[in-house]
């Protein structure tokens, strides 16, 4: 229930251009949650300005004023750090991009499957850092890697598809048919936001899938054990 009401108090954000009060009179959800909800959609200047000029409540629009004040110096305080934390991974060694990947593939990848090895995400950048990492340390061809994309009913295949052929730089002939789920009521799915579905990333080999999940088994216990 909570993920519908959130897909709707975002489209009303998104297009309607809603307060955060004329929101909640709609749903009957607290500032508080939609304030957790609704912090990535702001709404801009122009917009504020304009519901002010039609009658809008000064004090929401100041508060929308504030909200948005906030989000900018909360994003000036992000980009400081970000650049800061960048400069830490130029200096990376080889050895800790390898334990990097392979905290990943604990986390997300497939350990049933002992031909080969697979990850799936909603992220194209941790895709494509897994599609680098196999490169990098098992000799596996970015052209040789397979995709399958988990797409809902109501998104556009074709669309979707060019949009990680992009992201990934791979070829359509690298990719397996699409699985497409059926819209539930509650599926949390809504239009404007940048949801492409989920990408599995294959690559064939027992050897590579052996050598995997020694490595992530000897890490474990090396650490535990110190």
Known sequence: ?????????????????????????????????????????????????????????KGEASREFYRETMRQRQEKKSLV?????KELFFSLTKNEIFIAGLMLYASEGDKKNYTRLVLANTDPKIISFYIYWL???????RCS????????ENMDIDKETNFWIKELNVNKNQFYKPTIR?????????????????????????????????????????IVGI
């Open 1 to 57: 229930m909570k993920a519908h009401l959130r897909e709707k108090a975002i489209k009303l954000r998104i297009k309607d251009n809603l307060s955060y009060s004329e929101i909640k009179n709609r749903l009957g959800v607290a500032k508080s949650t939609l304030s957790y909800w609704l912090k990535e959609f702001p709404l801009c200047k122009k917009r504020i300005i304009e519901l002010k000029k039609i009658g809008w409540k």
């Open 81 to 85: 750090i970000y650049n800061q934390q």
């Open 135 to 141: 490169k990098k340390y098992f000799k596996i061809e």
């Open 145 to 152: 890697i397979k995709i399958q994309l988990h797409l809902y």
């Open 182 to 222: 059926k819209l539930q009521k509650y599926n949390y799915i809504y239009e404007g936001i940048n949801r492409h579905g989920t990408c599995s990333a294959y690559a064939l080999g027992v050897e590579n899938k052996q050598k995997v999940m020694m490595a992530i088994k000897a890490f474990f216990d090396t």
